[in-house]
Structure formats: C-alpha cells, structure tokens
T-cell receptor
Framework: DAGVIQSPRHEVTEMGQEVTLRCKPI?????LFWYRQTMMRGLELLIY????????DSGMPEDRFSAKMPNASFSTLKIQPSEPRDSAVYFC??????????????FGPGTRLLVL | AQSVTQLDSHVSVSEGTPVLLRCNYS??????LFWYVQHPNKGLQLLLK??????LVKGINGFEAEFKKSETSFHLTKPSAHMSDAAEYFC??????????????FGSGTRLQVQP
C-alpha cells in the first residue's frame, strides 16, 4: 500500500491567498484526520471525518479554514484567506475502525506551509 | 477528558546505552496508548500501541513500552540506543469516552539525542 498521500509537500504563498491541501487516505480506511503541527502548540487535531462525514471540527481555528471529504479516497483542507500565523506542517492521517486495527492512525508525510 | 504528559522535553544518551522516555496519562475510560516517532522533516511513524491486551508491548526497532495502570504511565524503553534513533517521540492517548470520538491527544514530544 502506498500509505497516506499528501500534496503538495511544500507550499509557499503570500498572505491573503487561498491555499488548498490535499489528502488521499489508505484504501479501505474509513476515518480521516487533519492535524496541524507548530513549534508553539505542538500537534493539534483540526477536524476528523468518519465515513466521509465530519464528526468533530472543534479544532478548526476559525472560519478561514474549511475541510471537505467528497468521497472515501480524497479530502481537502482549505485556508482562505491565508495568514502568516497559519504557517505550519499540516498532517493528514487515516484509520480503520474495525476490531483488528483499533484506532491506529497512519500519517502522511505532511505539507509544510509557509505564508509570507 | 484525556491528557498526556511527557516528562522530559529532551533526552540525551550515548550510543549503546539504554533509552527511557517517560509518559504519564490521564483518562476517564480505558484508553488506547501509542508511541509515535518523527524523524526530522518526516511524518509520524507508529512505534507501538497498547490496547488492553498484554501490558508489555513490543514495537519496531527494538522499542517496548509497559502500561502501568496504577502509575498511569506508559514509558518507552530500548536496551541499546542507535544513532538512527535520534528523533522526536510522541506519547499519544486515544480515549473514546462517552462520545465515541476517536481522535488522538498528543504529548508535547521528547527529543532524543544519541551521542557517538
């Protein structure tokens, strides 16, 4: 299996621009998670989906952030407009909630975002 | 509510000596506990997990962790450190509680340095 795939791996943009991060979960996994990692706050859960439905978005910082999962194999995290304080590494993770794998989450390589 | 405390932000050992990374947790229910490792500029990789089976859990690369409910601890150990073990290590708890949420709560991380 290719694992969780994220694109782009690096993104540099200017303040005010729209940023779209993409994630392809592991085939067969039915839960998908978006995390943000910064030096100041560590790893934070932004939102998670189960069977393509958003279950908990309480970690989404503000209305500038939105996430979608139109099907089981694709999700996007959008920031519009972006701000310098959004600079971070964004991770996508997926898991299968069947009995054999419990809640083990498998992480993608991350997208390193820099907003100038 | 769940939380994780990693007691050391930095640990430095010499190659060939034992590694101990400390983790304490709090959880209202029966948690699942994980250790993840993150090498520089890489994603997170699962080292091992505890899910209420054996209290001594063996993971990849010679790491193991022991779940001690009485001490609410889940310390990570390795008998002999290797240079390639230098990385950031995260202790993680997953506690569905009464909402069935499957999100993870991450500790703040411990940076392991291995001296030649």
């Amino acid at each position: 299996d290719a694992g969780v795939i994220q694109s782009p791996r690096h993104e540099v943009t200017e303040m005010g621009q729209e940023v779209t991060l993409r994630c392809k979960p592991i085939s067969g996994h039915n839960s998908l998670f978006w995390y943000r990692q910064t030096m100041m706050r560590g790893l934070e859960l932004l939102i998670y989906f189960n069977n393509n439905v958003p279950i908990d978005d309480s970690g989404m910082p503000e209305d500038r952030f939105s996430a979608k999962m139109p099907n089981a194999s694709f999700s996007t995290l959008k920031i519009q407009p972006s701000e310098p304080r959004d600079s971070a590494v964004y991770f996508c993770a997926s898991s299968s909630t069947d009995r054999t794998s419990q809640e083990t989450q498998y992480f993608g390589p991350g997208t390193r975002l820099l907003v100038l | 509510a769940q939380s994780v405390t990693q007691l050391d932000s930095h640990v430095s050992v010499s190659e060939g000596t034992p590694v101990l990374l400390r983790c304490n947790y709090s959880s209202s229910y029966s948690p699942s506990l994980f250790w993840y490792v993150q090498h520089p500029n890489k994603g997170l990789q699962l080292l091992l997990k505890y899910t209420s089976a054996a209290t001594l859990v063996k993971g990849i690369n010679g790491f193991e962790a022991e779940f001690k409910k009485s001490e609410t601890s889940f310390h990570l150990t390795k008998p002999s450190a290797h240079m390639s073990d230098a990385a950031e290590y995260f202790c993680v708890v997953s506690d569905p509680g009464d909402t069935g949420r499957r999100a993870l709560t991450f500790g703040s991380g411990t940076r392991l340095q291995v001296q030649p």
